[in-house]
């Protein structure tokens, strides 16, 4: 009898084991290392498919749909981030995974944060459907569904893959590899920015920036104290202290005047002279006047536009303008973000240093769609 009542206990065991490991794709390993599901995740409205926005309760996380209701349910920590790709970062513990949209844990939580990694939060968010996740010996590139391209030890990893590039290397030297591992760009070069229209703009080692291609031809000479990526053709470059606009013949289609150019975004790029600043447009007319005070804090947005609004602040107070330059959303927030995907997080909380548990959410007209004022 004793011996009848051990075997249904192991087929028991055995049948809760093979459900756990199907509903949040274990690993045997996994399961015996006990990453297992120890917080409840609900999908409160399994219809819903669209965009999903972070929101928090009582230090637990939760998702809203773009109406401000809740549609997953969770009681992971504040720890929690927003989707990318389909995919957000949660914890159990000291260790980190990714939900999906329906709140499935489809990667486990089973890596851990690197020390010294100071934008842990930014590189661990997934980018072009990849991420680069450590599991405490490795660095491991993933896909959305965790299935492991390659493992790196040595460079580190230096930013988020974006075009099939990843950028790589240390402090002095880096180079760029793509998605199977493979060394593209060799280790050469001081700084390396993005990937774009085919072209990554370059510091070399006597500090002169320059533009190569994939197969690491020069093909826009080291001519400039900085430079950004190419936009629609154009690209911001120093000379001398100040920013002009370059094309892809390197030919200079304005000349350096400006304290600062950032990269254009939907077509307009922001300029800044002697601490205010405007917008001009691809062929560098100054469109919107350099009016605005510019933003002095490093955390502070960059006030390109995205959603068709920019980021302004007005006697300590933030607000939004269009491509006309007219202001649509009244500068009365103390603490703002960015829109992404048409919404964008607010607070009268004091600036950076609000409790985060109180960002609103707004849409591109201002409508609070998510109050947390209260």
């Not at 549609?71 to 980190?96: L, P, Q």
């Not at 990554?200 to 990526?229: E, H, R």
């Not at 350096?256 to 975004?265: L, R, T």
């Not at 600036?351 to 209260?374: A, M, Q, R, T």
Request: net charge neutral; aromatic share 14%.
């Amino acid at each position: 009898m004793k011996k009848g009542k051990s075997i249904i206990t192991i087929i028991v065991i055995i049948i809760i084991l093979i459900i756990v490991r199907q509903r949040f794709n274990l690993t045997v390993n996994d399961i015996k290392k006990g990453f297992t599901q120890d917080d409840k995740v609900e999908l409160l409205d399994s219809s819903y498919s669209g965009l999903l926005l972070k929101v928090l309760d009582n230090g637990k996380t939760n998702y809203i749909d773009t109406l401000g209701q809740i549609v997953i349910k969770t009681s992971f920590d504040n720890r929690c981030g927003d989707f990318y790709c389909n995919r957000a970062k949660v914890f159990i513990k000291d260790k980190y995974g990714y939900i999906d949209n329906k709140g499935k844990m489809v990667i486990p939580c089973k890596y851990i944060k690197p020390s010294g990694l100071f934008d842990f939060n930014q590189r661990t968010d997934f980018n072009d459907n990849h991420v680069f996740v450590f599991n405490g010996e490795h660095q491991i590139f993933i896909d959305t569904n965790g299935m492991v391209k390659f493992e790196i030890n040595n460079p580190p990893v230096l930013w988020q893959p974006s075009d099939s590039f990843i950028i790589v290397g240390n402090i002095s030297k880096r180079g760029v590899i793509n998605y199977n591992g493979i060394e593209v760009i060799p280790q050469r070069y001081s700084f390396i920015r993005d990937f774009s229209e085919n072209l990554f703009a370059v510091q070399f080692q006597n500090s002169k920036w320059g533009y190569i291609n994939s197969n690491n031809d020069l093909v826009i000479d080291t001519l400039f104290d900085s430079a950004l990526s190419f936009k629609d053709g154009i690209a911001p470059i120093a000379i001398g202290g100040k920013w002009g606009l370059i094309n892809k013949k390197g030919e200079i289609v304005i000349l350096p005047k400006y304290d600062k150019i950032n990269e254009y975004s939907e077509g307009l790029a922001k300029v800044t002279l002697a601490d205010k600043f405007g917008y001009i447009n691809q062929t560098g007319d100054l469109v919107i006047p350099i009016k605005f005070d510019d933003f002095l804090y490093g955390l502070e947005p960059g006030s390109n536009f995205i959603s068709g609004r920019a980021l302004i602040k007005v006697n300590y107070k933030y607000g939004w303008i269009d491509q006309s330059g007219a202001i649509v959303i009244q500068p009365k927030y103390n603490n703002a973000y960015d829109f992404r995907n048409g919404f964008a997080r607010v607070s009268n909380e004091m600036p950076l240093d609000g409790d985060v548990e109180k960002f609103s959410y707004i849409n591109i007209h201002g409508d609070l769609i998510y109050d947390k004022s209260n």
